[in-house]
């Protein structure tokens, strides 16, 4: 079902004009109210005047995701703090978090375009989701909250965890909707085997699974095993969380919502825009947004787009699912975790060297992180109770610095391989 056809059905001259008119509105106000944008437009010589239709776009300056650091935590702010009715924050640990300030207009809309997400996988009011992604400042649990309460479903704002009680809510309330991690969708199926639940018996018939990345054999795990048809959907804090893109009944790309959100693909080293077909990094535009508006956001996830017709009879662009990152960012049960967080914990430390690998794998359906670090030749030498008590010390610290568990294992000195050119820190052997 298309929850809003005006808009995503637009005949795509007419959908180009709007976002044009868009973009010179959004253009012209973060020029007027963020002095950031302000100087950053003024570093390019370009004024809101030059912005006269979407193609001018690539006139404007980037945004990254340090630049949104600098700033923390107004600086971005384009009305009345007092305007401002709900704030979350990235899940990243590097750093000062970014955040996204939401106006009632901004939730509003959140509403919307999640609503136009799960109508994608046929939810109606009918329907009772069982909304599993965490609520808090994390965008994922309030951003589907609001869609589901928008279409009218009846909503289970459950969160995450507790996978026994989410099983048991899903029997007892007859759950037909899930929204979750895909890597959650897993653990839940493979708890619920074991509890001798028959998921095939079960009311539940769709879910809607992002956050991170996953792929097609994922997604054939997660119907076999759920009975359900899975959904990818996507989003960012720094643009409005979930509900930017999102896959439509043909299970085949994702149509970006960009009467809202415009999308581009750049080339990561020039920063030159790239033509449909063509892998590169994605680069956001809100165009609509009040609180914090966001001009060209570098999200540092590779995919690339198609304007192909989608059978679905919708016009948006379309993405393929996300094929990687620019950065050595890892997503590990839904944290953002970089290899330099560890270097930094490591260099606090004596007996250890800050030459170490992160190991990343799926036991079953949970990702795992091993740490390997090299121990230093005095270390080296000691007991091996010594040895084991270090291990517990760096976990601990690590798990203080990066917010998941992981398993630290002390290795000989020298055994990591050195490299000439970038340092190969992570060894990822998920297969996803
Ligand atoms: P956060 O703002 O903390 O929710 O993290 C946003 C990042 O999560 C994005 O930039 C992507 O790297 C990743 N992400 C979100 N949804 C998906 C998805 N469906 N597939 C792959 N990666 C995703
Ligand atoms: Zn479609």
């Known amino acids: 079902m298309i929850w809003d056809a005006k808009h995503e059905s637009m005949p795509r001259e007419e959908l180009r004009r709007l976002q044009g008119e868009r973009l010179k509105a959004i253009a012209r ?48 702010l384009a009305c009345d703090l007092k305007d401002i009715v709900e704030i979350h924050t990235s899940s990243g640990t590097t750093g000062k978090p970014v955040v996204d300030a939401y ?122 095993k759920l009975h359900i048809k899975a959904y990818d959907i996507f989003g960012l804090t720094e643009i409005i969380g979930p509900g930017v893109a999102a896959e439509c009944e043909c299970q085949d790309l994702l149509h970006v919502f960009e ?21 590169g990094e994605l680069v956001f535009t809100t165009l609509t947004k009040e609180g914090t508006p966001v001009i060209r956001y570098r999200t540092r996830d590779i995919t690339y787009l198609t304007r192909e017709p989608c059978p679905c009879g919708r016009t948006a662009v379309r993405m393929h699912r996300i094929l990687g990152r620019t950065d050595d960012m890892l997503i590990i049960r839904g944290v953002n975790i970089f290899p330099s967080q560890v270097e930094q914990v490591l260099i606090k430390m004596d007996g250890v060297e800050p030459h170490y690998q992160l190991l990343v794998e799926r036991q079953g359906t949970l990702d795992c992180l091993e740490v390997l670090v090299e121990m230093t030749e005095g270390l080296f030498s000691d007991e091996l109770k010594r040895l084991e ?38 060894i990822d052997k998920r297969s996803i």
């Open 29 to 76: 106000k973060v020029y007027d109210r963020v002095p950031f944008y302000k100087s950053k437009f003024n570093a390019l010589g370009v004024k809101p005047e030059d912005i006269n239709g979407i193609d001018d776009i690539a006139k404007l300056p980037f945004t990254s995701k340090d630049d949104m650091r600098d700033v923390f935590p107004y600086g971005l």
């Open 389 to 426: 008590q270090k291990e517990r010390e760096i976990e601990d610290k690590l798990r203080e610095a990066l917010l998941v568990h992981s398993k630290v294992k002390l290795v000989e000195p020298k055994s990591i391989p050195r490299s000439e050119g970038k340092a190969k820190r992570i």
């Open 103 to 224: 106006t009632q207009g901004d939730i509003d809309l959140w509403g919307e375009v999640m609503a136009r997400t799960l109508s994608m996988g046929g939810v109606t009011a009918e329907d009772i989701v069982q909304n599993a992604y965490g609520y808090g400042l994390f965008t994922g649990g309030l951003g589907a909250h609001y869609g589901i309460r928008r279409i009218g479903a009846t909503c289970i704002p459950i969160s995450g965890g507790n996978t026994k009680r989410q099983l048991d809510m899903m029997r007892d309330f007859g759950s037909t909707a899930l929204t979750c991690t895909p890597s959650y969708s897993l653990y839940l199926a493979e708890a619920g085997k074991e509890e001798g639940i028959d998921f095939s018996k079960l009311p539940l018939r769709v879910g809607f699974f992002g956050a991170e990345p996953w792929s097609e054999s994922m997604r054939a795990d997660i119907q076999a």
């Open 259 to 279: 009467d809202h959100f415009y999308p581009e693909i750049i080339n990561p080293d020039t920063g030159k825009p790239l033509p449909d077909g063509e892998k």
